[in-house]
């Protein structure tokens, strides 16, 4: 069994998957905090199948980006949990969990996340499915007019973000914006999907570098940052890449 976690955002999600499917998964809205909720709902679900942590195969994790201390909170749990089963851990892009289910329908997809300050961390895929760049923050109009620069058809607009962009999409693209309504419980599917596929590739992660990225790092004694940002503090210049 593969272990899925998610604390990128308040909706945060645990799911069991097995080498075909999802098998239980539970998703919430965080009111309080992740590090109070997340533990119990993962014995939660290994409870509910009769499972201890030594049973699972892999732990999968989604690195954001997403909030500071919900994607710590996330990514240590997975760690430990990793570390306890002794088995391999994979960590998987926020905005590639958001984009998953549309990457096969022939059509250019943007995945939207809020970042505050009425921006959002964006990432654009082609009509293939391969990533055009990396995750990036930018404002509505500077998103709008990237993706009027790729040219005429439709682009797909799904995540969170789109919640908080609809009108302002909406009004510049027209019929060529296909907006899809988020729906937060399909980011732990979409998870233990790319996970599996990550791990059946022999692309496992290391417990000792794997890091959350945050697109803004915490304000206090830190200057705010609007490149993708590991735990380390350093932008990262990684090559465009496809997680299936």
């Not at 590090?35 to 679900?45: D, G, K, S």
């Not at 988020?182 to 791990?199: E, Q, Y």
């Not at 794997?210 to 940002?229: A, C």
Request: aromatic residues 4%; charged residues 20%.
């Amino acid at each position: 069994m593969l272990l899925a976690i998610d604390t990128s955002t308040r909706y945060a999600s645990v799911g069991l998957a097995d080498d075909s499917r999802v098998v239980a998964s539970r998703t919430w809205y965080s009111t309080i905090n992740h590090t109070a909720e997340l533990m119990p709902a993962v014995a939660q679900i290994l409870d509910s199948h009769g499972l201890s942590v030594r049973d699972l195969d892999a732990v999968a994790v989604a690195l954001g980006p997403g909030g500071f201390s919900a994607l710590r909170v996330g990514v240590s749990a997975a760690k430990g949990l990793a570390l306890a089963a002794r088995k391999p851990i994979v960590g998987v892009g926020t905005l590639d969990l958001e984009a998953y289910p549309y990457l096969d329908t022939g059509m250019p997809v943007c995945a939207l996340l809020e970042a505050g300050r009425q921006e959002c961390a964006t990432a654009l895929f082609a009509a293939d499915g391969v990533r055009v760049r990396e995750d990036r923050v930018s404002a509505a109009a500077e998103l709008l007019e990237e993706i009027l620069d790729q040219g005429p058809g439709q682009t797909i607009f799904c995540g969170e973000g789109v919640s908080a962009w609809r009108d302002q999409v909406s009004e510049k693209l027209g019929g060529n914006a296909v907006i899809i309504q988020p729906v937060a419980a399909s980011r732990v599917w979409a998870l233990a999907a790319i996970g599996r596929a990550k791990l059946a590739a022999g692309e496992a992660g290391d417990l000792t570098t794997l890091q959350p990225e945050y697109l803004r790092m915490p304000s206090i004694g830190v200057p705010k940052q609007r490149d993708r940002v590991p735990q380390g503090g350093r932008p990262t210049q990684e090559a465009p890449s496809r997680p299936r």
